[in-house]
């Protein structure tokens, strides 16, 4: 029996005769096993070898393919994570900035709040690049900070920067994000202030609604913040919106003259719509459409008028 066994290897080995055929096929069944657990382990090597190969590659581009999509999808939605994290951050940093002005006196608050918005916010709006990109991160960067720093200031208590407020006011219409702005203004998280006013008197032909926000404002601030806004319309020779800003709030006793005088500069037409508007004031105010004695009599530095409308 061993002998049997050592000729079947040594004639399977040199695959010849018929003996060796079956003492190899008899006597190796053993070593057939280890030869296919072999193959098993390191793969079938020659033509078998090479489908094998060739096989896994062609069952790995695919598999590729997918990771690369799946890479691209992983980087937007970690960008979108980081983006969401940096709003965070300078949500919760503008949050602790203002908790600190609250706790403070409000002498101190109102420097640390000017010192942020001249360190902080000026420079930062400044640098911004050409253009009102709205899709530009950096943008939405400061725009998500100033907009945090206002709100956090309004829930703490402290008096926000009215400089910022027109700031962020203007950022917000260059890019024409009127419905952020409206949301911002109906929530009074900008302050008042006559600039904010004026801003939103100027936006009015792209914003409609811009105007009456404006005029709230002014109502908020009283008579001398609503005569200070008249007389800078005046300067900016835009007569009919300080006419407007007079009717809405009836400011019955704001002097006619220095009106005439900017409408007289800016047409006939105008000066004529703005001295009818005030002979009606007059009608209505004192049953009469003449004016005052004390209007009607030109000061020394007073500007005449150019031209008159002389009522039937």
Do not use: W
Not at 99 to 125: G, H, I, L, N, Q
Not at 249 to 256: Q, W
């Amino acid at each position: 029996g061993g002998g049997g066994d050592g000729d079947g290897d040594s004639d399977g080995e040199g695959g010849s005769g018929a003996d060796a055929d079956s003492g190899g096929d008899g006597g190796s069944g053993d070593g057939g096993d280890g030869a296919a657990a072999s193959d098993g382990v390191h793969g079938v090597r020659g033509a078998d070898g090479g489908a094998v190969v060739g096989d896994r590659e062609a069952a790995a581009s695919p598999a590729m393919g997918g990771g690369g999509a799946t890479a691209a999808a992983s980087l937007a939605a970690a960008a979108q994570q980081a983006d969401a994290d940096r709003q965070e951050a300078a949500a919760a940093t503008a949050a602790a900035v203002a908790a600190a002005d609250a706790e403070a006196d409000p002498y101190t608050r109102s420097c640390a709040t000017r010192r942020v918005v001249s360190v902080v916010f000026r420079p930062a709006a400044e640098a911004l690049p050409a253009g009102a990109d709205a899709r530009c991160q950096r943008r939405r960067h400061l725009l998500a900070a100033m907009t945090a720093y206002l709100h956090s200031q309004v829930a703490a208590g402290a008096c926000a920067d009215p400089v910022l407020g027109e700031m962020l006011l203007r950022l917000l219409a260059a890019e024409g994000s009127h419905a952020q702005l409206q949301l911002l203004l109906t929530q009074r998280i900008l302050p008042d202030s006559v600039p904010l006013a004026l801003s939103l008197f100027q936006l009015a032909p792209e914003f409609a609604p811009a105007a009456d926000f404006g005029l709230d404002v002014l109502k908020r601030l009283g008579a001398p913040a609503q005569e200070a806004l008249v007389a800078e319309l005046l300067q900016q020779q835009d007569v009919l919106a300080a006419c407007r800003v007079i009717r809405s709030l009836r400011l019955l006793a704001f002097p006619p003259r220095p009106v005439l005088a900017a409408a007289a500069e800016c047409g006939s037409e105008v000066f004529t719509a703005v001295y009818s508007f005030f002979l009606l004031r007059n009608a209505s105010c004192r049953g009469s459409a003449s004016f005052a004695p004390e209007e009607a009599r030109p000061s020394r530095n007073s500007p005449r008028p150019a031209i008159f409308f002389i009522p039937d």
